[in-house]
């Protein structure tokens, strides 16, 4: 440690000098130097500093307050889990977006209660902080209050509340399924989104639904959302759409949707796709024949290899390459 100025933080971290770290979180004089120390212990992981940084929740400048926070998040220890709730009521935004982001990353039970309170905020950084933590804490207790988040005024908080929902998994699945009757296209699509990475077949029959929506980003993320759960009923309207004239994306992603469920029965329907006027529909259709599998597209796809746009050649000769491995190696002799 100098005798005369502030403490020279980055040395003492890049020592290791816990002893001189210390010092510096404590230096009454110089806050800049207990926020620095108060980083520098996470960046560090020194476990022996939680006692310190829970102490250092308590300084009278929210910057240490809010950087001994962080460095908690990351320490996984419980004793901090109370203390740094005590942080969500600071007057400081950024102190509260930093306490809830802690919370989350120490994913204790406890937590939840004090996370649920923040959901109504004042600044929307905090609310999406505190439905991000409340989705990696992943109680389905928080369900309910994460799904009027999705109404919220501010769009990064209503992404943060549908990926809560994604995280937590199936108990979020009938109040997704409610939010697709929202007026709100951003939010049906949003929703339609969620449960597709969800993947539960509950949502099928109100996704296929969707296909029909009056908003065609709502159409199209229904027809990403039914490629990602593998389930018969959605065949026949994803067929349906990969015909609409009017919505060259929604023929696209209905490509790529049957491909993924990879039942025979879209065979011919994607092999009149490798004639549409549109190039990227042609693509998908290519793609989606190779993972399907079945013989009858080799010969359109051979045709296709003539295509006069790269992209869907190249998509023709993946289609070709799966058949080929399917088919395994030659035998030898």
Known sequence: MPLFGPPDVARLAAKGDFEGLLAALTNRREWRARQDA??????????????????????????????????????????????????????????????????????????????????????????RAGAEALGRIGDPAAVEAISAMLTDRDSHVRTAAAEALVAIGAAAIEPLIGALKLPSPDIRAAAADALGRIGDTRAVRNLISLLADSDNGVRNAAAVALGKIPDGRALGPLLVALADRHDELLRHNAAEALGKMRDIRAVEPLTAALRDNVVHVRAAAAEALGRIGDPRAIGPLRLTLTDPYANVRQAAERALAEFGRAAGPEPLG
Not at 74 to 101: C, F, N, Q, T, Y
């Open 38 to 127: 108060a980083e520098a212990f996470g960046r560090v992981g020194d476990t022996r500093a939680v006692g310190p940084l829970i102490a250092a929740l308590k300084d009278d400048v929210s910057g240490v307050q809010r950087a001994a926070a962080i460095s908690l998040g990351g320490m996984a220890d419980p004793r901090a889990v109370e203390p740094i709730a005590v942080l969500l009521k600071s007057r400081a935004a950024d102190v509260r977006a930093a306490a809830a982001d802690s919370l989350g990353r120490l994913g204790d039970a406890r937590s939840v209660g004090p996370l649920l309170s923040v959901l109504k905020d004042e600044s929307w950084s905090v609310r």
